[in-house]
């Protein structure tokens, strides 16, 4: 069974940081394009960062130069590195793998930046 679970979200004021983990099951990690998303209130899921296989990154123009994501396929993890954040942030943050036409989900984080 595939399980990827999300952990780190919380309450962080404007310009601090948060660093997300998932933790991935059932899966090679090493073979998936692993990913970020996150969804606010009465918007749209987007992607936020992927990083495939072989390292190579992509970042959404809003977070770039603030958010690093990584991977550490020996641990079978992806983390998000969230700097600078900023109020519009606030999302709930999900974890996504592709491979081929696989695609799995985590349950989802919740991230507020708020004073």
């Known amino acids: 069974q595939v399980q990827l679970v999300e952990s780190g979200g919380g309450l962080v004021q404007p310009g601090g940081s948060l660093r997300l983990s998932c933790a991935a099951s059932?899966?090679?990690?090493?073979?998936?394009?692993m990913g970020w998303y996150r969804q606010a209130p009465g918007k749209q899921r987007e992607l936020v960062a992927d990083?495939?296989?072989?390292?190579?990154?992509n970042y959404a123009d809003s977070v770039q130069g603030r958010f690093t994501i990584s991977r550490d396929n020996a641990k079978n993890m992806v983390y998000l590195q969230m700097n600078s954040l900023k109020p519009e942030d606030t999302a709930v943050y999900y974890c996504n793998g592709r491979f081929v036409g696989m695609e799995h989900w985590g349950q989802g984080t919740q991230v507020t930046v708020s004073s």
């Open positions: 059932g899966i090679i990690l090493s073979i998936y394009t």
């Open positions: 990083i495939t296989s072989f390292g190579s990154t």
